[in-house]
């Protein structure tokens, strides 16, 4: 079983849908969590962290559940330019700490 | 600026051939990783380093090498033991230790076997 795995892609949606991906970690040592976003042909960059309280930032809600071990992020009002690839990452400390990124799941939002 | 940096943007490599992937950081940054995508995918870690003089296998090291003498960087190098190299290599570092710390990526080197 991998560390962190996230729902199959891509999803395709029409503008101003709603979209929501998910994220499942194995690890229970797993201590941080945060979503990156990854344009085509480019590095991941931080998108944002993954609270245990839940925390949003415009339109994008991160949600986290410990005890299932899962954590998701809800975009709404879905624009064109939200196309991309969303990456679920865990960080975890077992034995030694280390960053664990999930597969990705692609985007495609048209008009 | 503080920032991480992957040199060359581009690379070809002939079949046989070792390559030497560079990775620069001075954000004092302990934990290093380098990642594999191959197109459409997601990433494949490695290797990985906590700290100076210390690293461990990833998911996919068959036919990688890797070095951490300095804290500044790490360098991948693709030897002619990885069966099937060309991808998009990618360089990132974070803070060591249990704080909710996010990772900072390089731009990446696109590796081609011509």
């Known amino acids: 079983r991998k560390e962190v795995e996230q729902d199959p892609g891509p999803f395709n949606v029409p503008e101003g849908a709603t979209v929501a991906f998910n994220c499942t970690y194995s690890?229970?040592?797993?201590?941080?969590f945060f979503w990156y976003r990854q344009d085509c042909r480019k590095e991941p960059k931080l998108l944002m962290s993954v609270y245990s309280s839940g925390n949003e930032d415009g339109r994008f809600t991160a949600q986290l559940n410990r005890a299932s071990q899962y954590i998701s992020l809800l975009i709404r009002d879905s624009k064109l330019s939200d196309s991309a690839t969303y990456l679920c990452v865990v960080n975890m400390n077992t034995g030694g700490f280390k960053t664990i990124f999930g597969a990705g799941t692609r985007l495609f939002v048209k008009a | 600026d503080g920032g991480i940096t992957q040199s060359p943007k581009y690379l070809f490599r002939k079949e046989g051939q070792n390559v030497t992937l560079s990775c620069e950081q001075n954000l004092n940054h302990d934990a290093m990783y380098w990642y594999r995508q191959d197109p459409g995918q997601g990433l494949r870690l490695i290797y990985y380093s906590q700290i100076v003089n210390d690293f461990q296998k990833g998911d996919i090291a068959e036919g990688y090498s890797v070095s951490r003498e300095k804290k500044e960087s790490f360098p991948l190098t693709v030897t002619s033991a990885q069966k099937n190299p060309t991808a998009f290599y990618l360089c990132?570092?974070?803070?060591?230790?249990?704080?909710?710390?996010?990772?900072?990526f390089g731009q990446g080197t696109r590796l081609t076997v011509v």
């Open positions: 990132a570092s974070s803070i060591r230790g249990p704080r909710n710390t996010e990772a900072f």
């Open positions: 690890n229970s040592a797993s201590q941080s």
